[in-house]
């Protein structure tokens, strides 16, 4: 067998993993955890409804534009491979490593806070926490060693029971009627500082949450049918995401006034307590491990595609596009488990890793979508098995609305801009040395 076909990633995955997929890796403790603090920063039912639908819009517009640029390209690592195609190598190469780091960072804090929630349900293995975690990383590990198959239907079993459960939520919500909601007074004072300020570091945990979305797009290469399976599962999948999270906020604003919700750090928890008693917060704290699992794993599946991607085009170690007989490059998914190891031990706070993944995603989002016009320019005559729907206007406007969204982030997150500058400044030696040696 030659090497070039030994290394090949194969065409295993179809529509229902790449659904699986675009909600497991959306859907996490995110949408459990954050609508307190949005409530404490907005204090307005009707802004914070606007501001998760105006999330959901600018990701169906995102959807838009990816549907035609992952099925032109249909290559494992996403947005690298049309930001390298259109705007040059060292773009590409940029763009792919700032990918990687947000979508490596996840695992290894989705292990510590599934092992905090064991606890919570196991309280005899508090002193067990980090040896939880990190066994919890290795049998992710073997899981994805054996094959990509058997990471698919982990993905799916676990997404579908991840919907049930926040379907469950959200209708036990709207059947109580314990308490009437006082009604919410309207916030004239929308044009503060403050509120502004508010408002873009809301808009950033909201992206935070819906970050995952394009997840489909890193395994196309592995899709039996791209062509037809990626816009539908982008589009379908947004949908339904869209739609949990709204009716997950509305639905907690039913059984909570905003001011109680408010001074809540897990909000879902508090309202079950309400719904459910004091067995209320293991019931959420089961659903938050489904989806944690869920994510995990979805986490667990995309860095290694990312690096395989890199490492076929020289910006990582040529070992990186080792390919098992299961599909799964094996090399790749080992140095991002070790990755996620590491970080196990030296992670940051839920926040500070939430609003930095949405800060560079929103970065390689609008770089993806200025390729998409570019690619449109230079390459007229390329293979386009989907076109974006209004184009250009649908894509002019996703990048207008993140260059929008990236000077708000700035504005309320001065020390992760510094961070991504510092990550830019150090990655253009880097690419000189790699290129040079390539």
């Given amino acids: ?3 070039s076909t030994k290394n090949q990633l194969k065409k295993t995955l179809g529509l229902s993993f790449n659904i699986a997929v675009l909600i ?3 859907i996490g403790v995110g949408i459990l955890r954050t609508p307190g603090t949005i409530a404490e920063m907005l204090n307005n039912y009707w802004l914070i409804l606007a501001c998760w639908l105006f999330g959901g819009l600018y990701v169906l517009l995102g959807a838009n534009s990816y549907s035609e640029l992952a099925t ?12 390298k195609r259109a705007l040059g190598e060292y773009a590409g190469f940029l763009s792919g490593w700032y990918d990687y780091i947000v979508n490596a960072i996840p695992p290894a804090f989705y292990c510590i806070v599934i092992s905090e929630y064991t606890i919570i349900l196991f309280p ?10 990190i066994s919890l990383l290795i049998a992710f590990v073997l899981l994805h060693l054996s094959g990509v198959k058997n990471g698919s239907v982990i993905q799916q079993i676990t997404s579908f029971l991840k919907v049930i459960c926040f379907v469950a939520l959200v209708l036990a919500c709207f059947l109580y009627s314990g308490v009437e909601v006082p009604p919410i007074k309207t916030d004239n004072s929308i044009f503060q500082i403050g509120l502004i300020f508010g408002f873009f570091k809301s808009l950033q945990l909201i992206i935070g949450t819906y970050n995952g979305w394009n997840a489909v797009c890193f395994f196309a290469e592995e899709n039996d049918n ?9 589009y379908s999948g947004v949908l339904l995401v869209v739609a949990i999270y709204i ?17 809540s750090n897990l909000a879902a928890a508090d309202v079950a307590k309400i719904l459910f008693g004091e067995s209320g917060a293991k019931i959420v704290t089961v659903i938050s491990i489904f989806s944690l699992i869920s994510i995990l794993n979805a ?3 995309i860095p290694p595609r990312i690096l395989y991607g890199l490492s076929r085009d020289g910006f990582f170690i040529e070992k990186g596009t080792t390919v098992n007989k299961g599909g799964t490059p094996i090399v790749a998914l080992l140095i991002s488990s070790l990755f996620s190891l590491l970080l196990i031990i030296f992670v940051g706070s839920f926040e500070v890793l939430f609003s930095f993944a949405a800060f560079i995603s929103i970065i390689v989002w609008g770089l993806a979508y200025y390729s998409l016009i570019k690619l449109r320019k230079s390459e007229p005559d390329m293979t386009r098995p989907y076109r974006s729907f209004w184009y250009p206007w649908s894509t002019i406007i996703a990048i207008i609305v993140s260059v929008g969204l990236l000077l708000g982030f700035i504005y309320s997150d001065p020390i992760g801009f510094a961070t991504i500058v510092g990550i830019t400044i150090v990655s253009y030696p880097l ?3 790699l290129k040079k040696k390539r």
């Fill in 431 to 433: 690419f000189l040395v």
């Fill in 226 to 234: 791209p062509s037809k399976n990626i816009p539908k599962s982008l």
């Fill in 1 to 3: 067998m030659s090497d």
């Fill in 24 to 26: 497991g890796g959306t």
């Fill in 72 to 83: 032109m390209l249909p290559k494992a690592g996403g947005s690298y491979n049309y930001i």
């Fill in 299 to 301: 986490f667990m599946m």
């Fill in 124 to 133: 005899q293995l508090a002193n067990y926490s980090t040896v939880i975690s």
């Fill in 247 to 263: 009716l997950v906020n509305a639905a907690f604003f039913h059984v909570l006034p905003i001011e109680t919700l408010a001074k």
